[in-house]
């Protein structure tokens, strides 16, 4: 059973910075295409970014430029870094691994509890 689990979460005003992380088990890890995803209240789940395993990356359009999805392979961790935050990226951020990212996240199979962010202006 894969195993992930975020954080880095919380709350920053508009125009901040967030780094979440997710760790990994390390044979999802190394198996699987990986990817953040948010869930606003309210409001379908969104694709933020995936990586694959050559690591090329996808961004969702609302997130392009301001986000940049990482992988550290030493540790096994993937990490959302946010930027220039903004009220509407509130909601609960999740990753999730499977064999194919795509921001409808049908590919993934394998999914974290979540961590919250939260921007207020």
């Known amino acids: 059973q894969a195993q992930l689990a975020e954080s880095g979460g919380g709350s920053v005003q508009t125009g901040g910075s967030l780094r979440l992380s997710c760790t990994i088990d390390?044979?999802?890890?190394?198996?699987?295409?990986m990817g953040w995803f948010r869930q606003a209240p309210g409001k379908a789940r969104e694709g933020v970014a995936g990586i694959d395993t050559t690591g090329r990356s996808i961004y969702g359009d609302s997130v392009k430029g301001r986000f940049t999805i990482s992988k550290d392979n030493a540790k096994d961790i993937l990490y959302l870094q946010m930027n220039s935050l903004k009220p509407e990226d509130t909601a609960m951020y999740y990753c999730?691994?499977?064999?194919?990212?795509?921001?409808?996240?049908?590919?993934?199979?394998?999914w974290g509890k979540g961590t919250l962010v939260t921007i207020s202006s």
């Open positions: 999730a691994a499977g064999g194919t990212f795509d921001l409808g996240g049908y590919g993934m199979v394998y």
């Open positions: 390390r044979y999802t890890y190394r198996s699987w295409s």
